[in-house]
C-alpha cells in the first residue's frame, strides 16, 4: 500500500502561481511514475502531469505546458506541481497519484493509489 497526502492548494488570482506537493509513504519502491490529475465540477478527472520516478522524465497535458512543472524530491518520495501563470479554467481539484505499472501515463486506469485531493482556485 502506498499513501498519498497532497498540499498546497488554495486561492490565487489569475497570473499567479502556486505550489502542490504530495508526499508518498508506504510501499514507495513500487512506485514507476507519479501523477497529477485535476477534476473540475461536472467534468471528468482529467491528466496534468506525471514523472517518471528512476529517470525523472516529465510529461504534460497541451494545456498546461509551458507554465507548469513537476519535479520530485526522490529522498523525501514527494513529488511537486508548480503551477505558474494560473488561469481561472485551472480551477479544480488536484490529485496526485502513484501508478506501480507505468504503461500511458495519462490514463487513469494505470494508476493504483489515489491522494485526498487538494483544493486549487483561481480567480479572474
Known amino acids: 500500500q502506498v499513501q498519498l497526502v497532497e498540499s498546497g492548494g488554495g486561492l490565487a488570482q489569475a497570473g499567479g502561481s502556486l505550489r502542490l506537493s504530495c508526499a508518498a509513504t508506504g510501499q514507495t519502491f513500487s512506485t514507476v511514475a507519479m501523477g497529477w490529475f485535476r477534476q473540475a465540477p461536472g467534468k471528468e478527472r482529467e491528466f496534468v502531469s506525471a514523472?517518471?520516478?528512476?529517470?525523472?522524465?516529465?510529461y504534460y497535458a497541451d494545456s498546461v505546458k509551458g507554465r507548469f512543472t513537476i519535479s520530485r524530491d526522490y529522498a523525501k518520495n514527494t513529488v511537486y506541481l508548480q503551477m505558474n501563470s494560473l488561469k481561472p479554467e485551472d480551477t479544480a481539484v488536484y490529485y496526485c497519484a502513484v501508478t506501480p505499472y507505468g504503461g500511458i501515463l495519462s490514463d487513469t486506469n494505470q494508476y493504483k493509489y489515489w491522494g485526498q485531493g487538494t483544493q486549487v482556485t483561481v480567480s479572474s
Open positions: 514523472i517518471n520516478w528512476s529517470v525523472g522524465s516529465t
